[in-house]
Every structure is written in C-alpha cells, then in structure tokens.
T-cell receptor, first 118, second 111 residues
Framework: ETGVTQTPRHLVMGMTNKKSLKCEQH?????MYWYKQSAKKPLELMFVYSLEERVENNSVPSRFSPECPNSSHLFLHLHTLQPEDSALYLC?????????????????FGPGTRLTVL | LAKTTQPISMDSYEGQEVNITCSHN???????ITWYQQFPSQGPRFIIQGYKTKVTNEVASLFIPADRKSSTLSLPRVSLSDTAVYYC????????????FGQGTELSVKP
C-alpha cells in the first residue's frame, strides 16, 4: 500500500545528532498521528494533528518536536535523543478525528521508521 | 476507554480456522470494537470493526455476544501469511483519534 509513506525506513543516529522523520499521506485525510513502538511494548500515541493543528501531546519529551505544515505532511524532528528512544516510529492518518456518527474513524498506518540511537 | 485482555500468543496450522477472543468487561454503550493486524516491522492494518452481533468482511468475521463484554475475531482457513500480531481495541466513535493498543495476540501459523 502507498497510502501513507514514511522516510527514511531506517535511521541510525548519535545522541548529539539532529534528524527528522517524514510522513506523507496520499489519502486526502485531515488527521495525522505519530506513534512509538518499542520492542515488546504496545504502540504509544505521541502526537495528534487535525487540520494542521496539534490537538494531542501525550507527555512526550521536548527532544521530539512534531511539525505539520499541511494536511498531507507530518514531520518528527529529533534532537539529542537517548538510547531508550530507539524504536519503530509509526505515522498514521485518518479522515478526521471525529465522525458525525457510526463507526470510529479508521487509521491508516505507514510502514514506520526503525530508529536506532547510539 | 475500556481495557481489553487478549491471549499473548496462539499457534495454528495452515488451513485451520483461528478464533482470537478479546475480553472488555468495562465496555461502554457508545464503544465500538475494532481489530488491527500488524506484521513485523510494519504499521498496523485495520481488519474489521463492529458494535454488536456479527460482522463479516472478505478478511475475517467478528462475533460480539449480546452483553458485548467480549468479542471474537475469526480468521477462516489461515495461511502462513496470516502470522502477525492482532490487536483488539475498544473505544467510542468520538474518541478523538485515541487508539489505545494493548499487547495484542501474536499468532503463529505453521505449515
């Protein structure tokens, strides 16, 4: 599937580096999300954007800085990370945060970026 | 948001039907039940969603009893490619994007 793409797919960085993860959705959705998945742990929601406005920040450390320049693109800027930040970072999108009724909005996930912090 | 409980792992063989049950004793009236599938090093993928009774699509069936305190994902005639982690999620339609993933059930399909 190419609905949600993420680059790079793999990233190795030192603790003093600055890098950015990119997510792009081609589905015409209004909401985008960042999740973190550490080894043997459930997915953790990090940030939620709706129409380019951040609506959720789940107590994420400031060394992670999201940016949503438009409804199709989402970035996660990384700065002075720690080895425990090594994980799979997943981007997702959905039509909207809320539906007018009926079923909850389905989220479509990208393939993720496997991040290793040395 | 209602807490869910699933078996940590299950084994099956090709061609068998697999049933994964999820318990959600505290499900609320406006909660829906959603299942996602995740292959290694990939993002989760929506499988099926329901509110009550039975829902079927081209991939799976979802059985929800009248009290809605549990649900069962049924995968007919699994193949090796169905080896994945399956997540049961419970939440209202207006949850504002808050998908709460548990540990999921790691299904291993053997030849």
């Amino acid at each position: 599937e190419t609905g949600v793409t993420q680059t790079p797919r793999h990233l190795v960085m030192g603790m003093t580096n600055k890098k950015s993860l990119k997510c792009e959705q081609h589905l015409g959705h209004n909401a985008m999300y960042w999740y973190k998945q550490s080894a043997k742990k459930p997915l953790e929601l990090m940030f939620v954007y709706s129409l380019e406005e951040r609506v959720e920040n789940n107590s994420v450390p400031s060394r992670f800085s999201p940016e949503c320049p438009n409804s199709s693109h989402l970035f996660l800027h990384l700065h002075t990370l720690q080895p425990e930040d090594s994980a799979l970072y997943l981007c997702a999108s959905s039509q909207d945060l809320r539906t007018s009724g009926g079923f909850p909005d389905t989220q479509y996930f990208g393939p993720g970026t496997r991040l290793t912090v040395l | 948001l209602a807490k869910t409980t699933q078996p940590i792992s299950m084994d099956s063989y090709e061609g068998q039907e697999v049933n994964i049950t999820c318990s959600h004793n505290n499900i609320a009236t406006n909660d829906y039940i959603t299942w996602y599938q995740q292959f290694p090093s990939q993002g989760p993928r929506f499988i099926i969603q329901g509110y009550k009774t039975k829902v079927t699509n081209e991939v799976a069936s979802l059985f929800i009893p009248a009290d809605r305190k549990s649900s069962t994902l049924s995968l007919p005639r699994v193949s090796l490619s169905d080896t994945a982690v399956y997540y049961c999620l419970v939440g209202p339609y207006n949850q504002g994007g808050k998908l709460i993933f548990g540990q999921g059930t790691e299904l291993s399909v053997k030849p």
